[in-house]
């Protein structure tokens, strides 16, 4: 099968699909959405995989869109991407036919749009032309924002979460609306061969890389354009959020390798710098907004600006070494980051489905009401054990593999460096390394809070494990997770193929070995599959020593140092959190509420204590109330001209249209 065969395969099969579930009972309904989203999937896996392993495909369908045409064009990088996507919707769709097969948020457009989304974000990286690009982007933003709605009969907060998507995701259209506009007026054409192929200004350049950053950026949930994200993926049923946060947020990271490192061939260090900077601070926002989160899915949400920050700036050191003529670590370091992007796409793949079986088992997202799952759903507790792991980027999960080599090539550019790699290097070093600590309590306590602890409502203590289609899924996760873990170096050649589209970057392979990880030009070796295998031996010999009689003592888990805890003893989410909240207080300003009641006899007597803590975004809250408020004045000007007089109307669309030819007119 050729790659034009498999991305064909994935249209038809959506399109059948969507087609299916909107006209089947629903009974059949979940049934033929997961499918079709498992086989679209499975095909653009094939086209990744077909990529990757050196074969390429174009194609152009003239007339098919207005005034340009369709364009198809397969590298390894849009493989990799492809091969990514492909992966997480084989598993959402899996999960998908138990989720919505119980009933939850089972809606005709919900499910019949599902395989539609999908397929639309396999097209994205194989597009060939801008046309082709924005009008796949806005399908995906679409279909997405329809995804992200499913639900807004049962909760208020849904709409709003809708509303902030729609408008955070359009906001970032135009920016890349623009930049691809203007790059294509420049290079004059618009096929990535003619942009490719262009001479601009250093201005110019400049102009259109920062416009794309923060269109792509806007996408991938990095501060300050983070705000939609935890919002729209907790409200969203968790398929789509394992899709959004696992696969749709990487097409930012797609956008900016694309454009920056391959359209517009790289650039100069202050670009890289930029992205480097905005990489750490969202890094370093996320992981303490999600240490201080509650809500499962919304601390999920923040824990994806984290590791996209990291993501990003892994690519912002990348380019700045690029920018240097250094290539050994460019090329780590671009390749790190691409690896910390699949590794992401597992865990989070697994943590969100793990949060959407909690959430069908008991209806609760908050952490403060759930506990005494690892008793009532131990599957469930077990995979959201391995993905808590990996996310915390511990031995031996998959996460701690690629931010170790996040670290070696940070802390390799050192020797010889110029004042602003030696400034920004160990900068970069010390976010990477504080993200890794608070990324540790923060799993720490969406696990023990939620699992280990006793139940802290009577949903949580009567929690049933979840439908056999949901548990093979998150099996599936964590099956990709381990390999990833153990095996990093087997990716090593896949890499490389998608380096050599780069080529500011290209350098071989950054990876070598077999069981030991080696790093190709300096000095650094791992072997994951050895950590493990003493991990596990350690075990043993624990195990072994308990049953020959060592001393034991037997405890609750999750007993903070008691032995006849009730619930209300035990840390919850939020006194967990509370020494990080006073360590962070200026960053974070949490608002606490403390109602004491007495009795009526007596004022010295109290009844009852009641304490509330409320983290907001501080960021959001700063940011956005202004621009806000000058949307809706502008909105109140601009009213006032729909008077309902079409004279006026006419006058208006003439005037927009002379302006229009006078723009085309300057320009060209």
């Given amino acids: 099968m050729t790659i034009g065969w498999a991305l064909l395969g994935v249209l038809v099969v959506a399109g059948l699909g969507a087609l299916g579930a909107f006209a089947a009972d629903p009974r059949r309904r979940a049934v033929i959405a997961g499918l079709s989203t498992v086989a679209a999937g499975a095909f653009g896996v094939l086209a990744g995989v077909l990529a990757l392993g050196g074969r390429t495909f174009s194609t152009t369908i003239p007339e ?14 849009s493989g990799l991407f492809c091969l990514l996507i492909g992966g997480v919707a084989v598993v959402a769709g899996i999960y998908s036919i138990g989720y919505f097969g119980g009933g939850h948020a089972g809606s005709r457009s919900a499910q019949g749009l599902l395989p539609l989304f999908v397929a639309a974000m396999i097209m994205i990286p194989a597009a060939g032309n801008v046309t082709t690009f924005l009008v796949l982007w806005e399908l995906m933003a679409l279909a997405s924002l329809a995804l992200v709605l499913a ?24 920016a890349i609306l623009l930049g691809l506009v203007l790059f294509a007026s420049m290079a004059g054409g618009e096929s990535f061969e003619v942009l490719r192929a262009a001479q601009l200004s250093e201005g110019a350049r400049s102009v259109v890389f920062v416009l794309i950053l923060i269109g792509f950026g806007s996408k991938a949930g990095l501060v300050p354009l983070h705000v939609w994200l935890p919002r729209a993926h907790p409200e969203a049923p968790s398929p789509v959020s394992a899709l959004m946060s696992a696969a749709m947020v990487k097409l930012g990271l797609y956008g900016v390798l694309r454009v920056g490192l391959d359209l517009l061939g790289g650039g100069p260090r202050w670009w890289w710098m930029l992205v480097l900077t905005v990489g750490g601070v969202s890094a370093l926002y996320g992981v303490l907004q999600a240490s201080v989160a509650v809500d499962l899915k919304r601390l999920l949400g923040y824990s994806t600006t984290e590791n996209l920050g990291l993501i990003f700036l892994g690519v912002g050191a990348g380019g700045m070494f690029a920018a240097a003529g250094n290539r050994t670590l460019a090329s780590l370091l671009i390749a790190a980051a691409v690896l910390h992007a699949l590794n992401h796409a597992g865990f989070k793949t697994l943590l969100f489905l ?13 952490l403060d009401d759930l506990g005494g799952l690892v008793s009532r759903m131990p599957v469930t507790a077990a995979l959201f054990g391995v993905g808590a792991l990996a996310a915390a980027a511990l031995p031996p999960g998959n996460g701690f593999v690629s931010e170790w080599l996040l670290v070696q090539g940070l802390i390799h550019g050192l020797p010889g460096a110029d004042a602003v790699t030696a400034v920004s290097m160990p900068l970069a070093v010390g976010v990477v390394a504080l993200t890794a600590g608070l990324g540790v309590a923060t799993f720490v306590k969406a696990f023990g809070v939620g699992f280990l602890a006793r139940p802290r409502s009577e949903s949580a203590a009567a929690a049933k494990e979840s439908p056999l289609s949901m548990r093979g899924a998150m099996l599936l996760a964590a099956v990709v997770c381990t390999g990833l873990a153990v095996v990093p170096a087997s990716l090593g050649p896949t890499l490389a193929r998608m380096l050599e589209v780069l080529p500011s970057v290209r350098d071989g392979s950054p990876l070598r070995g077999g069981v030991t990880l080696r790093l190709a030009g300096i000095q650094g070796s791992m072997s994951p599959l050895l950590i493990l295998a003493g991990l596990l031996l350690a075990a043993l010999l624990v195990v072994a020593l308990v049953r020959r009689g060592l001393p034991r003592r037997v405890s609750l888990v999750w007993g903070c140092g008691g032995t006849r805890l009730d619930p209300r003893m035990e840390y919850t989410a939020t006194s967990f959190a509370e020494p990080l909240t006073r360590v962070f207080d200026d960053v974070l300003r949490p608002e606490n509420d403390l109602d004491v009641t007495h009795h009526a006899e007596s004022q010295y007597l109290i009844e009852s204590v009641q304490y509330r803590q409320r983290v907001d975004d501080r960021l959001e809250g700063a940011l956005y109330p202004p621009v806000l408020a ?15 007089s079409v004279h006026r109307y006419l006058a208006l669309g003439l005037a927009g249209l002379i302006a229009v030819l006078v723009v085309v007119g300057l320009t060209t």
Wanted: net charge positive.
């Fill in 354 to 366: 793990g949060a959407g079986s909690v959430l069908r088992a008991t209806g609760v997202r908050d």
């Fill in 630 to 644: 000058a949307g809706n004045k502008f909105g109140v000007v601009l009213s006032r001209l729909q008077n309902g």
């Fill in 151 to 174: 639900e807004h009969r049962l909760r208020p907060a849904v709409r709003d979460a809708g509303v902030w998507y729609g408008a955070m995701t359009h906001a970032g259209l135009v």
């Fill in 64 to 77: 098919l869109l207005p005034l340009s045409e369709a364009s198809v064009a397969v590298d390894a990088l």
